[in-house]
T-cell receptor, first 116, second 113 residues
Framework: AQSVTQLGSHVSVSEGALVLLRCNYS??????LFWYVQYPNQGLQLLLK??????LVKGINGFEAEFKKSETSFHLTKPSAHMSDAAEYFC??????????????FGKGTHLIIQP | NAGVTQTPKFRILKIGQSMTLQCTQD?????MYWYRQDPGMGLKLIYY???????DKGEVPNGYNVSRSTTEDFPLRLELAAPSQTSVYFC????????????FGPGTRLTVL
């Protein structure tokens, strides 16, 4: 079975500061990894994903993430936080690559708070 | 394109009642999914479908049923509502599984009293 661990259910940063949201995964096969963002009372929107190839992945709104196989990590970063970044962020791994049920396995989420 | 649409947006059910959550996508996607989101628990897969007439269980299927008679529609049925089914339900779709991006609907907030 695959799993995702997001460290920190709440992360607070000042506007303009670095954003770092941590994600570690477990997988018996090469994973497909995703970061989704959820704004209040909305559905999930894809920020970025890693499938194969370049391990540094750039996404929307200035976010990026680096796939590190040796550390089984896929941390999300943004150099300078903006008030509009306040949201819930989910890391997910695709089950398809593990040969089990299709669909995404999600972490529990990290609530990002931006302090003015 | 409307993307993935879900109805209703909100619903309150009494214990033992039944209802169907509707999901429609207009992107001609083969794969469709139902997830539930509970506070602090992330999203968990209930059922998924890889095409019309084909469905399979996810991680938490008990108490739910699905059908897929067309490419566009993937309704989720609750037969005997229980308080444990109070949750926010999201439908999603993708062209294929695996690495393909899943597109999510706005969700249905269900309360069972």
């Amino acid at each position: 079975a695959q799993s995702v661990t997001q460290l920190g259910s709440h992360v607070s940063v000042s506007e303009g500061a670095l954003v770092l949201l941590r994600c570690n995964y477990s997988s018996s096969v090469p994973p497909y990894l995703f970061w989704y963002v959820q704004y209040p009372n909305q559905g999930l929107q894809l920020l970025l994903k890693y499938t194969t190839g370049a391990t540094l992945v750039k996404g929307i709104n200035g976010f990026e993430a680096e796939f590190k196989k040796s550390e089984t990590s896929f941390h999300l970063t943004k150099p300078s936080a903006h008030m509009s970044d306040a949201a819930e962020y989910f890391c997910a791994v695709s089950s398809y690559s593990g040969g089990g049920a299709d669909g995404l396995t999600f972490g529990k989420g990290t609530h990002l708070i931006i302090q003015p | 394109n409307a993307g993935v649409t879900q109805t209703p947006k909100f619903r309150i059910l009494k214990i033992g009642q039944s209802m169907t959550l509707q999901c429609t996508q207009d992107m001609n996607h083969n794969y469709m999914y139902w997830y539930r989101q509970d506070p602090g628990m992330g999203l968990k897969l209930i059922y998924y479908s890889v095409g019309a007439g084909i469905t399979d269980k996810g991680e938490v299927p008990n108490g739910y049923n699905v059908s897929r008679s067309t490419t566009e529609d993937f309704p989720l049925r609750l037969e005997l509502a229980a308080p444990s089914q109070t949750s926010v339900y999201f439908c999603a779709s993708s062209y294929r599984g695996g690495a393909d991006t899943q597109y999510f609907g706005p969700g249905t907030r269900l309360t069972v009293l």
